[in-house]
């Protein structure tokens, strides 16, 4: 596992002693065919239900449907019931006292009103391979993983929460299929040990998502420049699991390197929800996949050199003219050749090397110079 975490030995993954040569992508397969989630590549874009279908098939069914016709690549559920995740118990050990939605409630209650029937993972499954978009799941125990395994899914997720629970992480590895992970409150040393757990297990790639384990969360918390760190410590496709309101610091991410960007997704906020409140809306859904397709094609390579269509605009730069008919032999002047536009002749920095030269033969106003009209060649 790293050993060094103050940035003085970023770039060392799990168990190497020097960064990864590539960063391995996640080859997944889904309802489409193969899919190749890498920094090169589209983004892959997960629209998270959570508890948003408020305990109503229909109403998980709507979703799943809404966000197909969003374009987005994922659908994902969480899969637990409250008996995996916690006990039944008034104890204020287990009420939560944190986000208007939640607060109050005991965690059984709060886990049982936002849970996914398991029953309903097969349908909701199939709805989604129906319409070509793959689902996925965040399972919470080792039953879940095995309901999961039995459904046949092609990518696991690890929660944020749960990143530390290494027998859990075992679980999932073994089931050797790419993972993807939310760092959350996760330190470095946490991270590598979860990735060690997986990679161990079984698990043939992992992905790693910046994620804040706010809810909602505020763009000032974000930290977006943790995902290109994310990559250089640990040698894995990156990208985001993003709880703040919007779409700008999903869209954001894209610059900064991620090739996932997970949101939570439903129907309309004013339904309610335990995670309504910072879950996007169909139409926001279709806004974010467009958006985070244009930024990854934005990003393209380091380049200065003009494409086709900004050669086109040459016209609009400024370079050296004859502007007044100048005979051969004599001198060029200050007011027979400017600077002007359009951008056919000599560059302007070779102004002062034309300044004082002669005409090499006779030129006509509205010429553009050349060294061959001034009798040599430039520096």
Request: proline share 7%; net charge negative; glycine share 10%.
């Amino acid at each position: 596992m790293p050993d060094r975490h103050d940035g003085a030995g970023a770039g060392a993954p799990p168990g190497d002693g020097g960064p990864r040569s590539a960063v391995p992508a996640l080859e997944i397969r889904t309802p489409r065919g193969g899919r190749r989630i890498a920094a090169d590549e589209p983004v892959f874009v997960i629209a998270e239900l959570s508890g948003n279908h408020c305990g109503d098939l229909a109403r998980a069914r709507a979703l799943v449907d809404a966000a197909c016709d969003a374009g987005v690549d994922a659908v994902k559920l969480q899969t637990y019931t409250p008996d995996t995740m916690t006990i039944e118990s008034d104890d204020e050990l287990f009420r939560v006292n944190v986000n208007d939605a939640w607060a109050g409630q005991t965690l059984y209650d709060l886990y049982a009103s936002a849970a996914t029937p398991w029953e309903w993972h097969a349908e909701l499954k199939e709805r989604a391979e129906s319409r070509g978009v793959m689902l996925f799941s965040a399972p919470f125990d080792a039953s879940a993983v095995a309901l999961l395994a039995d459904l046949g899914v092609e990518l696991y997720k690890v929660a944020s929460f749960e990143i530390g629970d290494l027998p859990l992480l075992r679980e999932i590895g073994a089931r050797r299929r790419p993972v993807v992970v939310s760092r959350g409150l996760a330190s470095p040393d946490e991270i590598g040990r979860a990735l060690e757990t997986l990679r161990d297990a079984g698990a043939p790639a992992v992905a790693l998502l910046q994620c804040v384990s706010a809810y909602p969360a505020r763009p000032d918390q974000m930290n977006l420049r943790t995902i290109p760190d994310l990559a250089h410590r640990f040698g894995t496709v990156v990208g985001l699991s993003d709880h703040t309101l919007g779409t700008a610091v999903a869209v954001a991410s894209v610059a900064l390197g991620a090739s996932i960007v997970e949101k939570h997704f439903t129907l309309r906020r004013a339904d309610g929800g335990p995670d309504a409140a910072f879950s996007l809306e169909p139409g926001e859904m279709r806004q974010l996949v467009d958006a985070v397709r244009v930024a990854r094609e934005a990003l393209g390579e380091p380049s200065y050199a003009p494409d086709a269509d900004e050669r086109e605009n040459r016209v609009f730069r400024r370079s050296l003219f004859v502007v007044e008919d100048v005979e051969a032999g004599e001198a060029l002047t200050p007011r027979n050749v400017r600077i002007i536009r359009p951008g056919n002749g000599l560059e302007p920095r070779h102004y002062d090397a034309i300044l004082g030269r002669r005409a090499e033969k006779a030129i006509a106003r509205g010429t553009p110079l050349s060294w061959d009209l001034v009798g040599g060649e430039g520096p």
